[in-house]
């Protein structure tokens, strides 16, 4: 018997882990089904610590099983909109700016 944990993130901000202890030879694919089966592997991106996989990958001891969700929004483009809702003055190098001295430092 192995020893994995698989997490999953069912909704924002809510992380599920569970540790199971698995037959030598499982797959990330039985992993998943004895984790929680009602998840749809066909439209999940799955890794083993952080490194994408396929669902055939066979597991080791210890092996940490992990279920990507898709991005709703680019990271870029809601860094860009947090900085124009903030203004310009009040993030990055202008936020600590030191009375009296120029921007940025």
């Not at 909704?11 to 030598?24: F, T």
């Not at 124009?84 to 001295?101: D, E, H, S, Y």
């Amino acid at each position: 018997m192995i020893a994995v944990t698989v997490a999953w993130s069912p909704g924002p901000r809510e992380v599920r882990e569970r540790a199971l202890q698995l037959p030598e030879g499982a797959t990330v694919r039985d992993a998943l089904r004895a984790a929680c089966p009602d998840l749809d592997l066909e439209h999940c991106e799955l890794g083993v610590w952080g490194r994408r996989c396929e669902a055939q990958q066979p597991l080791r001891e210890n092996d940490r099983v992990e279920v990507y969700r898709p991005l709703r929004v680019d990271p870029k483009v809601a860094r860009r909109e947090r900085f124009r809702k903030q203004g310009a003055r009040a993030t990055g190098l202008f936020a600590g700016k030191r009375p009296g001295k120029k921007a940025g430092y």
